[in-house]
Structures are given as C-alpha cells and as structure tokens.
C-alpha cells in the first residue's frame, strides 16, 4: 500500500520540520528557567499595529506591487515570565495579485489570523512562530508566520513595539511585514 501526500501536505509536513527543533529549543528554556515563575504575574496584553508588508510575486494592474498598507492587532496571553502565546491578524488593505500555479489569483483585502508562541528572549525583545490562516474570498491558504518584536516601554502599562514578521502561505507566496505597534496591558492577575 502507497501513500501520497498532496502539495499542500507535504508544504505542512516540512513546515512542521524545519519548526520542530525550534519549538523544542524554546521547550527547554522554558524547562530551565521554571525556577523564574515565582515573581510572574499572568497578563494579558493588547496591541493595534500600522505596517507596511512586502508581497515579493505580487501586482496589481498590471504594475509590480511592492508595498502594501497593513493593519494589524494582538492579544497576548503571558503565562511565563519568558513566554506568552498569543492570537495576531492582520489585514492588507490594498487588493492584488499573485501567481498560483501559472494562473493569476486575485486577493482582495486578504485577512490572516494565526494563533503564535512569543519566547521573551530579553526584558522588551521576543521572536514568535506560530500556524494560521489567511482568509479571503477567492481562496484561503493555511500559513506559517514567524517574527520578532522590540519594544521601547513608555508607562508600565504602554509600550511601542517595532515588528519584523515573515508568512509563508503554502509555498503560493510569502510576505515580509514591518509595523510599529501600540501595546497595553488589558488585565493583570492580582
């Protein structure tokens, strides 16, 4: 008995791959800095972000689309002193079109939604990687988003955070997205 694996499968089993030595890297940290919980409070912190992302294959009207006008938000919950996990979208706000398999495909006013792991590396830096999905009305495609944030704390509970973020959609095309954030805590466990 043979079995075969679709495009869209293997892309997802090597995703998964190449994320596996990485996620257990961080595991370990984690296992390692157990001793680190005591002073941690749970939070959960709240984010709206203005960005540029870079659609390398994309156009639109027939010209080569380089930068495209993003919104985006997050919602982070902080169950570690080094670890949050975290729910980010974001939304193109221009329409364009890239090449699926020698045929031109349309994406209007994409939306992504991925569900992340943020690994606090330093007090206002973390790199984050996660699955989702990027939602729109021609076709969805499942996606792997991976990216790092550095922020510059204003209040104790208002930061501005700079992010570089990368989203590989099923090997279609990927996008580059570079924001500034606005950050505040929403709830802190007393």
Request: proline letters at 3%.
């Amino acid at each position: 008995m043979t079995v075969t694996f679709s495009s869209t499968s293997k892309m997802r089993i090597k995703t998964a791959k190449a994320l596996l030595p990485l996620l257990m890297l961080f595991s370990g940290a984690a296992v390692a800095q157990e001793s680190e919980t005591a002073d941690h409070k749970p939070k959960i912190r709240g984010a709206v972000m203005m960005a540029n992302s870079h659609v390398p294959n994309a156009t639109g009207g027939g010209k080569k689309v380089t930068i495209i006008p993003t919104w985006g938000f997050d919602v982070d919950y902080y169950f570690h002193r080094r670890w949050s996990v975290a729910v980010q979208g974001d939304v193109k706000l221009q329409s364009f079109e890239i090449e699926d398999n020698d045929v031109e495909l349309e994406r209007t006013n994409p939306f992504a939604i991925a569900t992340v792991l943020h690994y606090h590396a330093l007090r206002h830096w973390s790199f984050y990687v996660g699955p989702g999905y990027e939602l729109e009305s021609h076709k969805s495609f499942f996606l792997v988003k991976g990216g790092t944030e550095y922020s510059f704390e204003i209040t104790e509970n208002f930061e501005i955070g700079l992010n570089l973020i990368y989203e590989n959609k099923e090997g279609v095309y990927d996008a580059w997205t570079f924001g500034v954030a606005f950050n505040t805590k929403l709830w802190e466990k007393k």
